[in-house]
């Protein structure tokens, strides 16, 4: 500690600047990369710290809060919270905040790099003319178009709307399934109608997911749910990678029904959820003909990380000042401390 201020641990690395609003109020201990800490040095650097910023790659659990007793908020520099045990923290009166919206809007442009990048052949067409074989124009590499195409959206919340607002321009038919409805209004807004969530797996042939992890999303697209599918039904994730059974998913394409799998998230990503998940399946790594994959850059966009960083930053200064943290998720203002 120095003179004072309260620690503030900073999980992975971050640019310079970003944690300026910090400065004058908090001892900073950044990581300074490139990789994440271990678990152990997590909680090694956390056991004497009053805040946490964190990351996608962190897990905070009883086991984590109860070795790092001085800590009063985990601030998490991300949307999704599943890593993260609620419960556990309010117990030990421990803020947990988020930052809700300023992913969306990078996440939802991705979405649509993968559902085009997927569609049009994008992956294959570009090594093909790197490989130097390209010698003008010839029929090949043909794909499939927007226009006129039944899309289902499963999940409607910030994200789902964000991806029916870009989806409006391309001419296609857009349905969604959500177990909360929009109502009419908003439907009629986005140019899209609700349908249940088998009804829209069997005539969509193009599904984007756009829902939290959770214990009833877990596996949501199934080798049940797989088998529904229309021949060719193209599957954009974007959201998270637990979502999917990766093995169902090789599956489907090895036997053709499922046309092609676009992700930016993955299954062993989410093992602080879902403990015993695997690495990414070979069958599809080595499946560059019918996947396309890129590494979690829902959000990366340096000014959209920027400000996620930053808002997670005045959640810990609200936290350090007194103030109940503007992202909380949870409740425990009986434990709240102020002071700087």
């Known amino acids: 500690m120095n003179h004072g201020r309260p620690k503030i641990v900073v999980t992975n690395p971050v640019e310079r600047g970003w944690l300026d609003v910090l400065e004058p109020h908090a001892e900073l201990y950044v990581n300074a990369g490139p990789h994440p800490w ?17 990351f996608m790659t962190d897990s905070v659990d009883e086991d984590f809060l109860r070795d790092c007793p001085d800590l009063r908020i985990v601030a ?10 609620v419960d556990a923290c309010t117990r030990r009166g421990v803020w947990l905040t988020i930052v809700p919206d300023l992913l969306v809007a990078a996440t939802a442009d991705l979405a649509m790099a993968l559902l085009l990048g997927l569609a049009r052949n994008l992956l294959q067409a570009d090594r093909f003319v790197r490989l130097g074989r390209h010698e003008g124009w010839r029929p090949m590499f043909f794909g499939r178009g927007l226009s006129g195409a039944t899309v289902g959206l499963i999940g409607m919340g910030a994200l789902g709307w ?35 969530l088998d009804s829209l797996i069997a005539g969509s042939d193009v599904i984007i997911l756009a829902l939290p992890l959770s214990k009833d999303t877990l596996h949501l697209i199934d080798g049940r749910r797989l088998s529904l599918i229309k021949p060719g039904c193209l599957l954009i994730n974007p959201a998270r990678g637990s979502l999917v059974d990766e093995e169902a998913v090789a ?12 992700a930016d998230v993955f299954a062993f990503e989410d093992r602080a959820f879902v403990p015993h998940s695997g690495p990414i399946p070979d069958r599809l790594i080595s499946n560059d003909r019918q996947t396309l994959f890129t590494p979690h850059l829902g959000s990366a966009i340096a000014t959209v990380r920027q400000a996620i960083t930053t808002e997670a930053a005045l959640n810990v200064l609200d936290t350090i000042q007194g103030r109940r943290p503007r992202g909380a998720i949870n409740d425990v203002s009986d434990r709240q401390e102020g002071g700087t």
């Open 251 to 262: 599956d489907a394409l090895e036997a053709g029904a499922l046309g092609g799998y676009a």
């Open 38 to 54: 271990p678990r152990r040095d997590l909680i090694k650097y956390s056991r004497d710290a009053f805040g946490l910023i964190a």
């Open 162 to 196: 964000a991806i029916a607002e870009r989806l409006r321009g391309f001419d296609c038919r857009t349905r969604y399934y959500d177990t909360s409805p929009l109502l009419r209004d908003d439907e009629r807004k986005l140019e899209l109608s609700y349908v249940q």
């Open 76 to 85: 998490c520099a991300l949307k999704g919270y599943d890593n993260f045990d």
